[in-house]
């Protein structure tokens, strides 16, 4: 059997905060397997975003391993690690983070310029994933000429432009209204199945988290089924 895309092992993270060292994550074992799509719901503050940003390779663990393909993130060089998870890991956050100087298109094109595609190859590719966004006619907006439902589907489309094993969302719709909010995620959802890839995305929305395979929370700093 091929490695699971993702893989936690007994990792462990905490701050350093005026009151002392506060352990978010104790030990925290997570097997995110290809095509599957797990929810993360608990509540605020026991470590969603700490959890998406360690397994994403945003941040490095005090300690255990967080494997990508079977890979141990742990002994890379800063510029490996980004390598690692600029062509493996798409990430998507409440708020888009789009570049607002450039078009819908150019931030698409930009990170698969950064994996060293050829720019004709990067340009065409993320015209074909707007179109899979329904964004075909607004490659050229600046961001600040889209609805937040478009925000957000150009930066699923920016997750997505390099062909990423695994998908990480931190509230992904959480910044948008009921209706648009639902269509988004089901897109989303949509993309990610058919795409193989396995992600990992937090929610408040417990109707939302139904539509996934499987739910996870955090408990005592530790991922565990619901
Ligand atoms: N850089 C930091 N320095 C100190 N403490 C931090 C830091 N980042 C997060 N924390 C603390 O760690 C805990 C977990 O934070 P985190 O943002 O991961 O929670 P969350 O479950 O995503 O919350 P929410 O649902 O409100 O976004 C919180 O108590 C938070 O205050």
Redesign the pocket.
Known sequence: MPDAPLALRAVERR???EAGE?P?LRGAELDLFAGEIVALV??????????LHVAGLLEKPDAGRVLVEGRDSGGLSDDARTALRRDTIGFVYQFHHLLPEFTAEENVVLPQLAANRPRREAEARARELLATFGLADRGHHRPTRLSGGEQQRVAIARALANGPKVLLA?EPTGNLDVGTADRVFAELLEAVRGRGVAALI?T?NPELAARMDRTVT?RDGLIVPT
Not at 42 to 51: D, Q
Request: no cysteine; net charge positive; proline share 5%.
């Open positions: 701050y350093r905060t506060l978010v608990a509540p605020s503050g026991t470590g969603k975003s700490t959890l931190d937090a408040h955090l």
